[in-house]
């Protein structure tokens, strides 16, 4: 079900056993923007028909936030345009020329890191996957893009992330709402998951610049300011006290810089900058 987030905001709460992300819908006076198109055609459908049970504005846009499986999966079911930035749609080429025939779902595993359900969800969940050919985007962005959904701007950024090279940004300004997709999570590259070091400070400030009270993140709840400044400090804090792969040196290095023993996020945290550096001794 879509849940209000404020006036004309809604969320599609994600469902992690199906591998579906959060789904929003921002609604002007005439048009609906979607953030992100669902993992499948079913989730896709799900959307559009909470949309039409609310009878908010017809959907006009998608935004596609990243070209990871599950979120764009679902766009052929949108009568819209289909919006992604210039990186996105470099990614999408590889999944153009896709089969998901039972052959083609061998070969996307062989070559992507789609995770271990990704076969026996598109099996059940994409419509006419035989024949199934992603669509084209309609609308190609670089840096930034505005639309008017009638009353209503919305910006769409890329933005410097932890996750992916390509992460896009959805900001409602006037209702003080982002969706940051999957952009301030870390990745999981050789079975480790990590937060990049590099990356880290450049994505905490991109995020900061938006002026909310409410953040969705691509695969969880919404959270508010208090949540997203815990978030931000804690990724802060334990980047801070690693600085070499022993686990044990970092926390010695946490409790010097900051005085007190590291939470469980913080801990987390910490064992995902030491992946990090893990993974670059490797390379
Ligand atoms: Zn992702």
Redesign the pocket.
Known sequence: MLQKITANTYYLINDDEKERPTLGVISGGNASLVVDAGNSSLHAQELISEVKRLRLPPIKYVVVT?A?WD?FLGVNEYEAHFIVSKKTNEKLQFWKSCSFSDEGLKEIDREMNVGSTFSEIIKTELNDRDTFQLKDADIIFDNQLTLDLGDMLCTIDEMDST??EDATVVYNPKEKVVFFG?ATYGKTTESLFHYSHNKIDSMIQNAKKYQVNWSVL?HESVCDRDEMDLYWSELTSSSRAVHTSSLKGSIDTFRLNEGREPTDNEMFFIKAFINDIIIELKS
């Open positions: 990243h990871h979120h996750h992916t999957d691509g």
